[in-house]
């Protein structure tokens, strides 16, 4: 039975494929499409493959078979569109299989392993993803340790046995530059005697586990730490780097203003502030520095609002202000007089004095159907206008209407089938402040003869590992050679759980891999996290 199901699917991929690879220019007559689907509905139920009778009945419903359509292929591409995901689910997975692992959304728990053993990354990677966690690996110290900065994830996995600088030095720079975030850190290697394992916990490890690692003890383990990690958000309300309240707090208080306006109808406005340019404190004088300007930046903005205003700490070099009983004017003009005074302060690092500027958003609650998240959003968005026309200044979306920056997606994939789903899927993501340029090439060479290659703006590619004419890995090489390569964020898909190729594209550059075959679902929900770095 088994081999006439694989024939069945494999004869609907081949005519899906060629439908799609059609120009729109060229037309598909409806009646056949009809004759198509009537056909894979009566073999479906021949086989028992009751998910596939399902989507043909429904899509046959939708049909005429008198009609003369004659079907455009992107036309038909929509129209089709579930029967192309099930199809690829078919090819690429066993149902009971798929039923029993769990699906990680873009918040789950985030991982991040530094180890230069790719085998072993692999592994541990596939373990903790199948307990519903998202995993970020990396085998390049340097690399790894600002990716480490970038995502501050949830829990740290480090070997220490590693190539140019060792776990030992990574942790030494985290806990320097970071000693006071909470991020359950668990050193694993070899070396597992006495001296080492104390070594490790005086150098702030919160865990160490000797290789090799027995999985079941690893993964009980890290169900505990990420646990402890989980207890200590909810349980915190003070940032411990800024010693201002956190996004716990503000999530929990920012509720009782909207009350109270509904109440007293008095307005108030929120405010959210960014530092302009905070990646290059980081970059040109080290995260220690970034460390002390985001701290210093927060007690600035602390001592010079009332004692009735809130500060907030939203995440990364972003804070949020409530002023009570403040008009939209009120706000704006005390937010100008803070970055004028902010811009005057003076840093000094190894003798080299630089300064900071921040820009702001503001908005102003005078309805009682405004929500507090689309009030931080509609505040959000106006503190983008003011990154997007010059920084160090502040705006209003009550005032001011704006557009979104455009941000380039590639997905190069000699697939048809993979090339439209992603498309579909691509489509669909809502991500703040850009607008998503989505674009696929069925191989390399079309992708960098072509002059989107060569812009210098944000870059998302998406790039299959193994294509005819030039390799993914043969891809990725010339990107990251490019002038614009800073540009790019690239996320690989490779078919392959080859360590040799994984560990050539974590070293060319490559931010995150996906092995084939992937959860359509899992996929997006790791597109959208890697998007957070850009914004």
């Not at 299989?97 to 230069?116: C, F, M, T, W, Y």
């Amino acid at each position: 039975m088994e081999k006439y199901k694989n024939s069945l699917f494999g004869n609907i991929k081949n005519k899906l494929s060629e439908w799609l690879e059609l120009e729109d220019a060229q037309t598909i007559p409806g009646q056949e499409v009809f004759r198509f689907l009537h056909s894979i509905k009566g073999t479906a139920g021949t086989l028992q493959l009751c998910g596939l009778m399902s989507i043909t009945e429904q899509l046959l419903d939708e049909m005429d078979e008198e009609s003369d359509r004659l079907w455009i292929p992107s036309d038909l591409r929509n129209f089709l569109f579930d029967l192309i995901e099930h199809t690829y689910e078919y090819e690429h997975f066993d149902e009971i299989e798929i039923k029993g692992k769990p699906v990680r959304n873009s918040q789950a728990p985030l991982i991040q392993i530094i180890d230069d053993d790719i085998s072993m990354l692999i592994l541990l990677k596939d373990i903790l993803e199948e307990q519903g966690w998202m995993v970020i690996t990396n085998a390049d110290p340097v690399k790894a340790t600002n990716q480490y900065f970038e995502m501050q994830p949830d829990c740290l996995i480090l070997d220490i046995q590693l190539p140019a600088k060792d776990g030992f030095q990574i942790l030494h720079d985290i806990h320097v530059h970071n000693e006071k975030y909470f991020i359950p850190k668990i050193m694993i290697s070899i070396q597992n005697d006495k001296h080492t394992r104390i070594k490790a916990f005086k150098m702030g490890a919160d865990d160490f586990i000797g290789k090799p690692i027995d999985i079941d003890e690893f993964i009980v383990k890290m169900e505990r730490h990420i646990q402890r990690k989980r207890i200590f958000d909810q349980s915190v309300l003070i940032d411990e780097l800024t010693q201002v309240y956190n996004r716990r707090f503000l999530e929990d208080t920012l509720p009782r203003h909207f009350n109270d306006y509904k109440r007293s109808g008095q307005s108030f406005t929120i405010s959210i502030i960014d530092i302009d340019h905070f990646k290059r404190v980081n970059d040109q004088y080290g995260h220690a520095v970034g460390d002390f300007v985001l701290a210093e930046f927060a007690q600035f903005i602390k001592s010079n609002i009332r004692s009735s205003d809130l500060i907030c700490r939203y995440g990364g070099e972003e804070f949020v202000l409530i002023f009570p009983d403040t008009s939209n004017e009120q706000a704006k003009h005390k937010l100008t007089r803070l970055i004028k005074d902010f811009s005057t302060k003076e840093f000094i690092h190894e003798g080299q004095a630089f300064s900071i500027t921040f820009s702001a958003g503001v908005f102003t609650v005078e309805n009682e159907h405004v929500t507090p998240k689309e009030a931080l959003e509609e505040a959000d968005t106006s503190l983008y206008e003011a990154k997007r026309t010059g920084r160090a200044k502040v705006e209003s979306i009550q005032q001011t209407r704006f557009n979104k920056k455009s941000l380039n997606v590639s997905v190069i994939d000699d697939d048809i089938i993979i090339r439209t789903i992603l498309t579909k899927e691509l489509r669909s993501l809502q991500v703040p402040h850009f607008d998503l340029n989505i674009a696929v090439y069925e191989d390399g060479p079309s992708f960098l003869n072509s002059d989107r290659a060569k812009e210098d703006v944000g870059h998302f590619l998406i790039l299959d590992g193994v294509m005819p004419i030039m390799d993914g890995i043969e891809v990725l090489q010339e990107v990251k050679q490019g002038s614009n390569a800073n540009f790019y964020t690239v996320l690989m898909l490779t078919g392959r759980k080859s360590t040799d190729d994984i560990a050539k594209a974590l070293k060319l550059g490559a931010d995150d891999y996906v092995t084939k075959p992937f959860s359509i679902t899992e996929l997006k929900a790791r597109i959208e996290r890697l998007l957070t770095k850009l914004i």
